[in-house]
């Protein structure tokens, strides 16, 4: 049996690695690129907006953070603060004529809207509530807005999106072979070279 040389095994391992790039590259750039802006809107009005640039079956994840404060007591002294959280993951799952699929994990810390108050007629800060809420695929067409009602009331929280897609043009060089250099006297080197081409 006849070992291969330094050499040649260096050439093999070099040619597979050479592949290797060539294919990633390939798969990154034929992934389509979804553009997409998510706007939450809160008893009517539009309190926070994401938006992002994010690669099809790939995950955005953006978390926003704001203080209330609130006036409280006998004097409503504004004092009362609160730290209020949103966390928004939004994958685009699919794509189609119909337009993107997306699959929308969200997180948020809301506040009662219903004031408190003590027996003596004080003003007591709102109480704040976490709402996990999940979408499994809500579709997004290619004009117009989608909306989601994430709370129905007290308060009402309705999570509106927009959303287009970006193909990878088509080029004629995307399926060509990718070229594997041979080692010189190497046995076996152009049945490697022809089994390691880039995917079409």
């Known amino acids: 049996m006849k070992w291969p040389t330094p050499r040649t095994f260096a050439a093999v391992v070099c040619a597979a690695m050479s592949c290797f790039a060539v294919s990633a590259a ?3 750039a034929s992934t389509p690129l979804v553009h997409w802006q998510l706007e939450v809107v809160e008893n009517g009005v539009t309190v926070d907006t994401f938006k992002a640039d994010t690669p099809l079956e790939q995950t955005q994840t953006q978390t926003r953070e704001h203080d209330a404060v609130h006036a409280v007591g006998c004097a409503q002294v504004p004092q009362a603060r609160a730290s209020l959280t949103r966390t928004i993951a939004v994958t685009p799952s699919s794509a ?7 699959v929308i994990d969200a997180t948020e810390t809301l506040e009662d809207p219903a004031s408190q108050q003590t027996k003596e007629g004080c003003t007591l800060p709102p109480q704040p509530r976490v709402v996990h809420a999940t979408h499994p695929a809500l579709v997004v067409g290619k004009t117009g807005w989608t909306d989601w009602t994430v709370v129905a009331h007290d308060p009402t929280l309705v999570y509106r999106l927009q959303a287009s897609i970006e193909r990878p043009p088509t080029a004629d060089t995307a399926s060509s072979p990718a070229s594997v250099p041979d080692a010189p006297g190497a046995p076996g080197a152009h049945g490697a070279s022809d089994s390691m081409v880039s995917p079409k």
């Open 96 to 102: 189609d004529d119909h337009g993107v699929s997306f």
């Open 26 to 28: 390939h798969a990154q």
